[in-house]
């Protein structure tokens, strides 16, 4: 299929490239950014005036709810979300029902993904056998199978000594590993410690139990010489940590999500478990520090943390609700909210969406071919083609995916995707 | 949004639902109070009931296992000549498996009109609201650690029978502040009503810093938290907090901050002693005190009646629909 995308405002955060520019598409390859060859015929001309030509977005955390339900089509809807939402490249965590921990499940993952198509998908396998925290999985196979780093999930591990031994075997392979910062032990609350969790009566996980496992992972990252990505940073103080290990030149990137870094503790309202999120919501000057590092680039990427939840499982007292919310259809829109509020150069929102999560996802090996999350002719053709301008009302019925749940329900959004293309072929046309 | 406005109000800003003395404006707090005063004298009469919800039903749903609260709402709505419907959840439906909101759902076909829910997670009684026809009325009857807005109310009754005005009061919390509803509603009910000082007493493990965030001071010396105090509110040490990470012991616990006759010199001489009960004595308060001239423990238990008549009869009054 051959596509030209016409009078477009094409930006490429990773080279700087922000320019009105057609863009011509062919076997799955960026032919040519700019001038287009008189013997160029597209089988489908995009009109992209007004509009925005990215790259396609990675979003570093979806999750698909597959293996474990199959019944329900989750596969079906929820990438049918992603590529709503522009998104290109997802990475789902491991935690699902079977848990991604032996080569067969991950090639059915990708099998079935594969023949939906839509966006790509990049499996985490587990770090360890059904996330127990007791024994390694066999992370070559699953490398080879497909995954693109290795990591726990929301579940912990149990020692620092199965920590040591994963990192030191995954970094044997150059392989990343994808950890979540929590201590076991401090990390068993539904909120965030201080005064609303004091106030609400509900059980509070203090900071510390953010930077002790950051600490932990630090050092060992220093004796085993792993590379680690750690997911969904929560506090400022967290934040801090990172920044130091970045200065000692540790192979370390993070991310963070789009609630944390646009929600507090507060919203959670009168026990709204639509804001029971893992990590949780934390505190102003945690968010400030979120917003602050995602645009200095101490945070490397920004990711939707898709969780689709249940009806059922949402409408339970809090701490008993079940911890998510569906978003990967509003990566792109809140990214914008960002920049706009708070200044950041569009070509940064983009970069954390697309270029950067790009490089993470490749330096666990067996990441996107070519130039995914860029725009280079003669790379890979996922492109994300969206409209600045139109605003519109987030509601449980404006969503694709299964999971009608958020705490951003009411919230106006600036900016609709109009086109997704994953290597050369349109798989969204709003 | 789910919620625009506090769920306990209607459009008109009046109390439909009691789900914590949090958010309500000092004047509803006081009319349930002044209710509360027409109904102590329903108490001493000799035929002890009054025709006001006639007809209605009280389901008291018990998802976690009480007597004493269960029994005093039970007493009140039968002072108000409703029919009361007991259910202990904890013992029923919960343990067959079905959802909070089947249960609620399938009680409501029943044509409820009133539900007295306790619940151990903080927040439920809000869910339940949040979910009853428009015609149903919740009462929160204690939600995990979040709040017992019924004894926050009857505790302020007694203080306001026994000192009258509430401006110039010190009144001292002491205990497991961390884990206890009732210190909660006591707090924003004293806030509310204008309370001169609050303060909180005890080891950090139970009184944590930021407590002070509600308007509270806070202190880890008994000496320093009922000094010249107006009013003493000793809270209930639960069993399972006597001895492991939160305190070493019982006996260590009560060496430290257990209220003793002597101890209460420290207050002023015509402090009042509360107790929200179930009282263990000789852990935070001495039999001495109990019995003493100065508490006031069973007064609380016979207010707590007329005051949770009054947020019966006061909910059943007004429109709770759209």
């Given at each position: 299929?051959?596509i030209l995308?016409?009078?477009?405002?094409?930006?490429?955060?990773?080279?700087?490239?922000?320019?009105?520019?057609d863009?011509a598409?062919?076997a799955?390859?960026?032919?040519?950014?700019g001038?287009?060859?008189?013997d160029f015929?597209?089988?489908?001309?995009?009109?992209?005036?007004?509009?925005?030509?990215?790259?396609g977005?990675?979003?570093?955390a979806?999750r698909?709810?597959?293996?474990?339900?199959?019944?329900?089509?989750?596969l079906q809807?929820?990438m049918?979300?992603a590529?709503?939402?522009?998104?290109?490249s997802?990475?789902c965590p491991p935690?699902?029902?079977?848990?991604?921990?032996?080569?067969?499940?991950?090639?059915?993952?990708r099998?079935?993904?594969?023949?939906l198509?839509?966006?790509?998908?990049?499996p985490?396998?587990?770090?360890t056998?059904?996330?127990?925290g007791?024994?390694?999985?066999?992370?070559?196979?699953?490398?080879q199978?497909?995954c693109?780093?290795?990591?726990?999930?929301?579940?912990?591990?149990?020692?620092?000594k199965?920590?040591?031994?994963?990192?030191?075997?995954?970094?044997?392979?150059?392989?990343?590993?994808?950890?979540?910062p929590?201590?076991?032990?401090?990390g068993?609350?539904?909120?965030?410690?201080g005064p609303?969790?004091?106030r609400?009566?509900?059980?509070?996980?203090p900071?510390?139990?953010?930077t002790?496992?950051?600490?932990?992972?630090v050092?060992?990252?220093?004796?085993?010489?792993?590379?680690?990505?750690?997911?969904?940073?929560?506090?400022?103080?967290?934040?801090?940590l990172?920044?130091?290990?970045?200065?000692?030149?540790?192979?370390l990137?993070?991310?963070?999500?789009?609630?944390?870094?646009?929600?507090?503790d507060?919203?959670i309202?009168?026990?709204d478990?639509?804001?029971h999120?893992?990590?949780?919501?934390?505190?102003?000057?945690?968010?400030?520090?979120?917003?602050?590092?995602?645009?200095?680039?101490?945070?490397?990427?920004?990711?939707?943390?898709h969780?689709?939840?249940?009806?059922d499982q949402?409408t339970?007292?809090?701490?008993?609700?079940e911890a998510?919310?569906?978003?990967?259809e509003l990566?792109?829109?809140?990214?914008?909210k960002?920049?706009?509020?708070?200044?950041?150069?569009l070509?940064?929102?983009?970069?954390?969406?697309?270029?950067?999560?790009?490089?993470i996802?490749?330096?666990?090996h067996a990441?996107?071919?070519?130039?995914?999350g860029?725009?280079?002719?003669g790379?890979?053709?996922d492109?994300?083609?969206?409209?600045?301008y139109?605003e519109w009302?987030i509601?449980?019925?404006?969503?694709?995916?299964?999971?009608k749940?958020t705490?951003?329900?009411?919230?106006a959004?600036?900016?609709?995707?109009?086109?997704?293309i994953?290597?050369g072929?349109l798989?969204?046309?709003? | 949004m789910?919620?625009?406005?506090?769920?306990?109000l209607?459009?008109?800003?009046?109390?439909?639902?009691?789900?914590?003395?949090?958010?309500l404006?000092?004047?509803?707090?006081?009319q349930?109070?002044?209710?509360?005063?027409?109904?102590?004298?329903v108490?001493?009469?000799?035929?002890?009931?009054v025709?006001?919800?006639?007809?209605?039903?009280?389901f008291?749903?018990f998802?976690?296992?009480?007597?004493?609260?269960r029994?005093?709402?039970?007493?009140?709505?039968?002072?108000?000549?409703a029919?009361?419907?007991?259910?202990?959840?904890?013992?029923?439906?919960?343990?067959?498996?079905?959802?909070?909101l089947?249960?609620?759902?399938n009680l409501s076909?029943?044509?409820?009109?009133?539900?007295?829910?306790r619940?151990?997670?903080?927040?439920?009684?809000?869910l339940?609201?949040?979910h009853?026809?428009p015609?149903v009325?919740?009462?929160?009857?204690?939600?995990?650690r979040?709040?017992?807005?019924?004894?926050?109310?009857?505790?302020?009754?007694?203080?306001?029978?026994?000192?009258?005005?509430?401006?110039?009061?010190?009144?001292?919390?002491?205990?497991?502040v961390?884990?206890s509803?009732v210190?909660?509603?006591d707090?924003?009910?004293?806030?509310?009503?204008?309370?001169?000082?609050v303060?909180?007493?005890?080891?950090?493990?139970?009184?944590?810093?930021?407590l002070?965030q509600m308007g509270?001071r806070?202190?880890?010396?008994?000496?320093?938290g009922?000094?010249d105090?107006?009013?003493?509110?000793?809270?209930?040490l639960?069993?399972?907090?006597?001895?492991?990470?939160?305190?070493?012991?019982a006996?260590?616990?009560?060496t430290?901050?257990g209220?003793?006759?002597e101890?209460?010199?420290w207050?002023?001489?015509?402090?009042?002693v509360?107790?929200?009960?179930?009282?263990?004595?000789?852990?935070e308060i001495?039999?001495d005190?109990?019995?003493?001239a100065?508490s006031?423990?069973?007064?609380?238990?016979?207010?707590?009646i007329?005051?949770?008549m009054?947020?019966m009869?006061?909910?059943?009054?007004n429109?709770a629909?759209?």
């Amino acid at each position: 299929m051959k596509i030209l995308i016409q009078g477009g405002r094409v930006v490429d955060p990773s080279s700087g490239f922000d320019q009105l520019a057609d863009v011509a598409v062919a076997a799955g390859r960026i032919v040519s950014i700019g001038a287009v060859s008189s013997d160029f015929h597209a089988n489908k001309t995009i009109d992209a005036q007004g509009c925005v030509v990215a790259p396609g977005l990675v979003d570093l955390a979806v999750r698909l709810r597959e293996p474990g339900h199959e019944h329900a089509r989750m596969l079906q809807s929820e990438m049918a979300a992603a590529v709503a939402g522009g998104v290109t490249s997802l990475v789902c965590p491991p935690d699902t029902d079977p848990v991604l921990d032996e080569p067969g499940l991950v090639e059915m993952l990708r099998y079935r993904s594969e023949k939906l198509h839509q966006c790509r998908v990049f499996p985490l396998g587990a770090l360890t056998r059904s996330l127990r925290g007791e024994v390694l999985t066999e992370m070559v196979s699953l490398t080879q199978a497909g995954c693109v780093g290795f990591g726990q999930a929301d579940v912990p591990l149990p020692s620092l000594k199965i920590l040591l031994r994963a990192l030191q075997y995954a970094s044997t392979f150059g392989y990343s590993v994808w950890l979540r910062p929590q201590d076991r032990d401090l990390g068993t609350g539904v909120v965030a410690s201080g005064p609303l969790a004091t106030r609400m009566g509900l059980a509070g996980i203090p900071v510390a139990a953010e930077t002790i496992a950051i600490y932990s992972i630090v050092a060992l990252m220093r004796s085993s010489g792993a590379r680690v990505h750690l997911c969904r940073l929560s506090s400022a103080a967290g934040l801090d940590l990172v920044r130091q290990a970045k200065a000692e030149g540790l192979p370390l990137t993070c991310d963070v999500s789009i609630h944390s870094l646009h929600l507090i503790d507060t919203d959670i309202g009168y026990f709204d478990s639509r804001s029971h999120l893992k990590p949780p919501l934390r505190q102003q000057r945690d968010r400030d520090a979120i917003r602050g590092a995602l645009a200095d680039g101490t945070i490397d990427a920004l990711v939707s943390d898709h969780s689709p939840v249940d009806e059922d499982q949402k409408t339970l007292p809090f701490a008993e609700s079940e911890a998510g919310a569906s978003a990967v259809e509003l990566l792109l829109g809140m990214a914008l909210k960002w920049a706009e509020a708070d200044g950041v150069a569009l070509r940064r929102a983009l970069e954390v969406l697309t270029s950067a999560p790009a490089d993470i996802i490749r330096a666990g090996h067996a990441g996107p071919r070519g130039g995914a999350g860029r725009l280079v002719a003669g790379g890979v053709a996922d492109l994300c083609v969206y409209d600045p301008y139109p605003e519109w009302v987030i509601t449980a019925n404006n969503l694709r995916s299964q999971g009608k749940h958020t705490p951003f329900s009411g919230y106006a959004l600036r900016s609709r995707v109009r086109w997704t293309i994953v290597g050369g072929t349109l798989a969204f046309e709003a | 949004m789910l919620y625009r406005r506090n769920p306990q109000l209607n459009k008109n800003g009046e109390l439909v639902h009691l789900l914590s003395i949090e958010g309500l404006p000092a004047s509803i707090l006081r009319q349930v109070l002044d209710t509360a005063e027409n109904f102590v004298s329903v108490n001493d009469r000799e035929v002890k009931k009054v025709p006001l919800l006639r007809g209605r039903s009280v389901f008291n749903l018990f998802f976690e296992n009480s007597t004493r609260t269960r029994t005093t709402f039970e007493i009140a709505a039968k002072r108000l000549s409703a029919d009361v419907i007991n259910l202990d959840i904890a013992r029923s439906s919960a343990s067959k498996g079905e959802s909070l909101l089947d249960t609620i759902a399938n009680l409501s076909a029943m044509a409820a009109d009133i539900f007295v829910v306790r619940h151990s997670e903080s927040g439920a009684p809000y869910l339940i609201a949040k979910h009853v026809a428009p015609h149903v009325h919740v009462i929160n009857a204690g939600d995990g650690r979040h709040s017992h807005p019924t004894q926050g109310l009857l505790d302020m009754f007694t203080i306001r029978h026994y000192k009258k005005d509430f401006s110039n009061l010190t009144v001292a919390i002491v205990g497991d502040v961390l884990h206890s509803r009732v210190a909660r509603s006591d707090i924003h009910g004293l806030t509310t009503l204008g309370a001169a000082e609050v303060r909180v007493v005890g080891p950090k493990t139970l009184v944590p810093a930021d407590l002070a965030q509600m308007g509270v001071r806070v202190c880890h010396n008994l000496e320093e938290g009922i000094r010249d105090c107006d009013v003493v509110i000793a809270l209930r040490l639960q069993n399972e907090r006597m001895s492991g990470a939160l305190l070493p012991s019982a006996q260590e616990y009560f060496t430290s901050y257990g209220l003793t006759r002597e101890r209460l010199q420290w207050a002023k001489p015509d402090a009042i002693v509360m107790h929200p009960g179930p009282i263990n004595r000789g852990v935070e308060i001495d039999s001495d005190v109990v019995d003493g001239a100065q508490s006031v423990i069973l007064p609380q238990v016979t207010f707590g009646i007329a005051v949770r008549m009054a947020v019966m009869s006061l909910v059943a009054g007004n429109d709770a629909s759209e």
